[in-house]
Structures are given as structure tokens and as C-alpha cells.
């Protein structure tokens, strides 16, 4: 089923339009094209039919919109609110909209070419020390199988980066041990090959070989770190885990469930690691998304100098 065939944010949809038919048009294209998740469709078509119904107050339609239409709804949400990261997204929905009316010849200027994004300052992710780190893949009690089980999923985590759905996910037969790699679909159905290091490896092969079969017993499962039920886990009950392991640990701060693929790819850099094979591990489409890293980097590398150079 195409992307512009169902509404991705409401149950019903009104009578189609031409500016809905277009709409749905732009959505089945660059679902073509990039292979965009369900939930970033779903948030150009919210953003477009936002648009829309406030032009179509004004008597305009998207397709008729002009700068000073732009201009104008962008103005009227920041009056009511709305932030500039809030703002910036929406903006570069209908860039991306009128950019794909432009090429299929249904208007002939793009009315988003002179606005500008606003400024926002972009947050950096939360990390760890690698001290931090050690902390905390030591806090499972490894003697109780399920224990054993948050080891090897928090050592694999660490060692790869992978985003905590891809965790959560893996199966068995993801997992080359002979070979050292992870096979992995991520965002956009992209595949990706990951090593595993030596450490994680190890952790692997003693978690398959014993505490998996003590948690399943006779049930059969495909996922690679399944409950006791034999399913996977959720991303909340894992949430849950990192928690408690981070207090059992002793660290401070607030964490996110991505907090050790922050530190996967921040410590990559700290250690001299090319910028183009972090984007390629983590799984980044565009390279923008990986360079906030080099930010973490960049920001450690004062704390360091600040903390150690006896004119820091």
C-alpha cells in the first residue's frame, strides 16, 4: 500500500481535493525515493494539510501560495507558540513539497526559495565517559540469566551503535559470529553490515550457549534477546533496564534510551575515527546528522584541555 493511499494521522479522511491529490502524490514520490518511514510521512502530510486549511481561509489553495502566503502562516504560528525547531520542520516540508511541484511542472516558482530557516541551536546528545561506560555494562548481576542477557545486550549496544528498535529486533540469524558482523534494516529499509568487537563477541557466544537457553526453556524464539515469554522485548522495558543499571551505576544526569549509541559514536571520534565511517555505522543518511558528534567531541576535548593543562 502507497503512502498516499492512507491518512498516516487520522483514522478518516475528508472528500479528496486537487490539493490533497497532489498531496498524496508528493507522499507516494519521495516514498519512492528515500524509502521515508510511516511517521515522517505522516508529518509532511500533517504539516501540508496545516497549510493547507489555512489557505484555504484566505481563499488560496497550496498550489496558488506565494512568499507573503508563507510568510504570513509562519508569522501567524509563531504568534500562537510555536517554536523555531517547530517551525524549521514545517518549513522544510514545504520546501521539499514545492521543490517536487516545481519539477513536475505544476507551478513554475518555488515560493520557499527566498525564506529562510530560522535559527535554532541544535542539542547535543547526552554521552558518557568511557569510565561511565565501564560502569555501567558492569551492573548486571551476570549470575542470573537474565542478568547475562542485559550484559550482552548493553556490550552489543556499546560495540555497534545500533538504535535501540535495532536491538530490540535483532534475530539470530542477523548475527555472524563466524565473521564478526551484524546484518542490519534500519530506517528507510536500508541495510547496513556492523562489526562486532572482539568483547562483545565473547559476551555473545557465552550468552547463546547458556543463559538464552535457561530464560526460554523449551520455547523457541528468533529473537536474539527475547523474555521470558519468549518475546521480544519492548523498547520501554529496556528503557527501564538502562535506567536501573545507571543508578545501580552511579551516574549521574539524565539518560536516553540512545545514550550508548551517543557514546558509540563519540568515543569513535575521540579516538581518531574517519566521520564518514561513524555515518555509514550508525546508519545516517546525510552526513549533517552524523557531524553533531563531532560537537560532543569538540566540546570533551576542552573539558580535557581545561582539566589537565596547567593553563587550562
Do not use: C
Not at 497550496?62 to 509562519?74: K, Q, V
Not at 509563531?78 to 514545504?94: D, M, N, V
Not at 551492573?139 to 545500533?162: C, F, K, N, Q
Amino acid at each position: 500500500m502507497s503512502p498516499g493511499s492512507v491518512n498516516h494521522v487520522a483514522s478518516t479522511r475528508p472528500t479528496p481535493t486537487s490539493s490533497e491529490g497532489i498531496i498524496d502524490k508528493f507522499l507516494d514520490a519521495i516514498w519512492m525515493e528515500r524509502g521515508l518511514s510511516i511517521n515522517t510521512l505522516g508529518a509532511y502530510r500533517a504539516d501540508l494539510m496545516a497549510l493547507q486549511r489555512w489557505l484555504a481561509q484566505r481563499d488560496t489553495s497550496l498550489m496558488f501560495a506565494t512568499r507573503a502566503d508563507l510568510l504570513a502562516f509562519i508569522a501567524n504560528r509563531a504568534k500562537e507558540g510555536s517554536k523555531p525547531r517547530s517551525t524549521a520542520r514545517q518549513l522544510s516540508s514545504f520546501r521539499r513539497f514545492y521543490r517536487f511541484l516545481v519539477r513536475e511542472g505544476v507551478i513554475q516558482e518555488d515560493p520557499t526559495v527566498k525564506i529562510e530557516m530560522p535559527k535554532i541551536g541544535r542539542s547535543l546528545p547526552k554521552s558518557l565517559t568511557e569510565n561511565e561506560v565501564e560502569s555501567l555494562l558492569a551492573a548486571p548481576e551476570i549470575s542470573d540469566p537474565l542478568g547475562h542477557r542485559d550484559r550482552a545486550m548493553l556490550e552489543v549496544l556499546y560495540a555497534t551503535g545500533l538504535r535501540v528498535s535495532e536491538l530490540i529486533n535483532l534475530k539470530q540469524n542477523q548475527v555472524n559470529l563466524n565473521q564478526g558482523v551484524l546484518r542490519i534494516r534500519g530506517k528507510g529499509d536500508r541495510e547496513r553490515l556492523i562489526p562486532i568487537g572482539e568483547e562483545s563477541q565473547r559476551w555473545l557466544r557465552e550468552f547463546l550457549t547458556g543463559p538464552r537457553v535457561e530464560i526460554l526453556l523449551e520455547r523457541q524464539s528468533e529473537y536474539l534477546f527475547p523474555t521470558r515469554r519468549g518475546d521480544r522485548m519492548t523498547r520501554q522495558a529496556f528503557w527501564h533496564i538502562i535506567k536501573r543499571y545507571a543508578k545501580k551505576a552511579d551516574i549521574a544526569g539524565k539518560l536516553s534510551p540512545h545514550t550508548l549509541r551517543h557514546a558509540f559514536a563519540t568515543h569513535l571520534l575521540n579516538n581518531g575515527a574517519d566521520l564518514r565511517v561513524v555515518q555509514m555505522l550508525l546508519g545516517h543518511s546525510d552526513l549533517s546528522t552524523t557531524q553533531i558528534y563531532t560537537h560532543v567531541a569538540r566540546e570533551r576535548m576542552k573539558e580535557l584541555h581545561a582539566q589537565h593543562h596547567p593553563r587550562g
